[in-house]
Nanobody, 121 residues
Framework: QVQVVESGGGLVQAGGSLRLSCVASGSIFSINTMGWYRQAPGKQRELVAV???????NYADSVNGRFTISRDNAKNTVYLQMNSLKPEDTAVYYC???????????????WGQGTQVTVSS
């Protein structure tokens, strides 16, 4: 059994900052990629930032230079520092992790329940 839980969302004014956290727990053998996606009302879920196991980050063009993804492998935790927030960043943010459990030989995708980020103008 694996759980992925996000925290840190909320309401912030444009130009402000928020930090999201995501912790994976349970019968984890190894974690490959960890990252963040978001889904705004009426839109498809999109990649925000992802960090693969060797530490190389990838960012969506819309957040590059404003958001920073980081990871604490010892804690199975990934963070998303969001600065210079814009109203268009408003969305539900989902954590994604590719996890191999103690009972599995494959890495499978696990998702958190999502955390709301609202940026007011």
């Amino acid at each position: 059994q694996v759980q992925v839980v996000e925290s840190g969302g909320g309401l912030v004014q444009a130009g402000g900052s928020l930090r999201l956290s995501c912790v994976a727990s349970g019968s984890i053998f190894s974690i490959n990629t960890m990252g963040w996606y978001r889904q705004a009302p009426g839109k498809q879920r999109e990649l925000v930032a992802v960090l693969i196991s060797d530490g190389s980050p990838n960012y969506a063009d819309s957040v590059n230079g404003r958001f920073t993804i980081s990871r604490d492998n010892a804690k199975n935790t990934v963070y998303l520092q969001m600065n210079s927030l814009k109203p268009e960043d408003t969305a539900v943010y989902y954590c994604h992790a590719a996890i191999r459990t103690l009972r599995d030989n494959l890495f499978r995708a696990y998702w958190g329940q999502g955390t709301q980020v609202t940026v007011s103008s």
